[in-house]
């Protein structure tokens, strides 16, 4: 089964804070990473996402770190907002799949 | 709103009885989604469509069916219902056939009692 492993399960930061959220997987065929954002009562929605040619993808406060030897990936949110509290997904798939595998999420709380 | 159209957004049903639950992709999508969440399990895949025909399966059980139609709507079909199918039940959609830019709708939350 593919897998992707991700931690911390809860995560409190401070407002102003950075919110660090790591996922590992395993299949090497993977080729697209994508991070979800999910709140109460609503569907999972697309935040960024990063392919493994490159290390590094940033879009305002959130940016994606991806170190393919360690097979490893990160999101980090900077200046961390009460509305940024949510659940966060990491998800992996490959060109030749048609499935996002996800990990288990993170549940985020931004305290002011 | 994501474009995604998911009804009903709740249901209530007794063991062993069956539910259809439907779903409108974004306009221009040809592939659809199926996804089941649970606290335990996480974001599960069941199934995926394309065009109306079956692309690929995850673990969806054989109790649960699906379908696309012409007009690209999708209907999950659950069936001999047990408490352990309460969840979350996600649609998506994509232009293609591949993981890239998945939407999700809002979703349907199933209650078995």
């Known amino acids: 089964q593919q897998q992707v492993k991700q931690s911390p399960q809860s995560l409190i930061v401070q407002k102003g804070g950075i919110s660090i959220i790591n996922c590992a997987y395993e299949n090497t065929a993977f080729d697209y990473f994508p991070w979800y954002q999910q709140f109460p009562g609503k569907g999972p929605a697309l935040l960024i996402a990063i392919r493994p040619d490159v290390s590094e993808k940033k879009e305002g406060r959130f940016t994606i770190s991806f170190n393919k030897s360690a097979k490893q990936f990160s999101l980090h949110i900077m200046d961390s907002q009460p509305g940024d509290s949510a659940t966060y997904f990491c998800a992996a798939s490959n060109q030749a799949g048609t499935a996002l595998i996800f990990g288990k999420g993170t549940t985020l709380s931004v305290s002011s | 709103d994501s474009g995604v159209t998911q009804t009903p957004k709740h249901l209530i049903t007794a063991t062993g009885q069956r539910v259809t639950l439907r779903c409108s992709p974004r306009s221009g999508d040809l592939s659809v989604y199926w996804y089941q969440q649970s606290l335990d399990q996480g974001l599960q895949f069941l199934i995926q469509?394309?065009?109306?025909?079956?692309?690929a399966k995850g673990n969806i059980l054989e109790r649960f069916s699906a379908q696309q139609f012409p007009d690209l709507h999708s209907e999950l079909n659950l069936s001999s219902l047990e408490l352990g199918d309460s969840a979350l039940y996600f649609c998506a959609s994509s232009q293609g056939q591949g993981a890239y830019g998945y939407t999700f709708g809002s979703g349907t939350r199933l209650t078995v009692v």
């Open positions: 469509y394309y065009n109306g025909e079956e692309r």
